[in-house]
């Protein structure tokens, strides 16, 4: 009897191991993001204090595939230009649309082989960092040694390949 009563309890409050964000009716979820990046992707996406829509965010979360983060945005679908300035920090992320509570469209972020407009020069001679009208433009590349992402300017060469974050405008 007592193990009956033990999983009405459960069943009716729920495990509490197992926390539960509220399913979103309209927007987001971006999963399987880089653990400890979930602020990140939330700089990038300018979600910030007057921000009106509702956020949910998990950090460091055991998942299937090893620690994870999660991001839900209720009401907002992603840009290609967020779905790539997000690919940098955490390539390895999986966007979900959801419709009417219901996922849509699902994707893994795939990192593209160049990037416009997403990350700004490092070199403050570069022509993108002038008066000249010139959208950035980088190469993406893998950085062999640390098994990172590194980014090279088309226009003055120079080389990104750490705290990519700070440089995503």
């Known amino acids: ?13 729920g ?12 927007g987001t979820v971006i999963d399987h993001i880089t653990p400890g990046q979930a602020l990140n992707v939330l700089n990038i996406l300018r979600v910030g ?7 949910s965010i998990v950090m460091n979360a055991g998942g299937s595939r090893g620690d994870k983060d999660v991001v839900k945005i209720e009401g907002r679908e992603l840009t290609e230009k967020e779905v790539n300035a997000i690919s940098l920090i955490s390539p390895k992320a999986t966007v979900n649309i959801i419709r ?9 972020i795939e990192t593209p082989d160049s990037v416009c407009g997403i990350v700004k020069c490092i070199n403050p001679n570069c022509i993108t960092n002038s008066s000249e009208p010139i959208e950035t433009r980088f190469v993406v590349t893998e950085n062999e040694k640390k098994k990172t992402l590194a980014l090279r300017c088309v226009f003055c060469e120079s080389v990104l390949t750490e705290d990519l ?5």
């Open 1 to 13: 009897m007592a193990n009956e009563s033990t999983d009405k309890n459960s069943d009716k409050h």
């Open 15 to 26: 495990d509490k191991n197992n926390l539960r964000i509220k399913a979103i009716e309209n």
């Open 49 to 55: 204090a007057n921000f009106t829509n509702t956020v």
């Open 100 to 108: 009417d509570f219901e996922v849509v469209q699902k994707g893994k």
């Open 165 to 169: 974050i700070q440089f995503i405008e």
